[in-house]
């Protein structure tokens, strides 16, 4: 259930026009979905949430696209975030993720969090090697 009403026309406000005018471009594609129309209700918000995602999701950088929405996948499943597990997941195969590479990342993704909760309960040191500004620690 939405926390904020969205807007009947969110598209007469200049600014909101021209953001979901900027994703279509961006994007080749009509269809601006749900988190945008939610964001409307704050056009500044909404232009500098749009501004961050398109730098760094729509615009080459030193990670490829496919890279990208995996990564996002795991994060939106480190946060519990359905909506971006699914928008991202649908995203990640549109740009050739496979069934056995999105298996591969949900493997990844459940190690990951049963070693950060094991090393989060055990309270495991962080080894001086994986510091960049500390010193190795002898082992002994």
Known sequence: M???RQLANPESDPRVK????????TRKADFINNLWHALAFDPALLESTW???KRLMATPTQLD??????????VSVAN?????VHSHTAAAKGKGMTDAQ???LLAIIALAAKTNHLATGLQVGVDGVF???G????RS
Request: charged share 25%; hydrophobic share 45%; aromatic share 8%.
């Open 131 to 133: 510091d960049v500004g």
């Open 65 to 74: 696209p496919l890279t990208k929405e995996m990564v996002y996948i795991a």
């Open 102 to 104: 999105h298996a591969e």
């Open 135 to 138: 010193a190795a620690e002898p």
């Open 18 to 25: 021209a953001v979901f005018d900027d994703i279509r471009a």
């Open 2 to 4: 939405a926390t904020t």
């Open 51 to 53: 501004a961050e995602v």
């Open 80 to 84: 519990a975030c359905s909506y971006c």
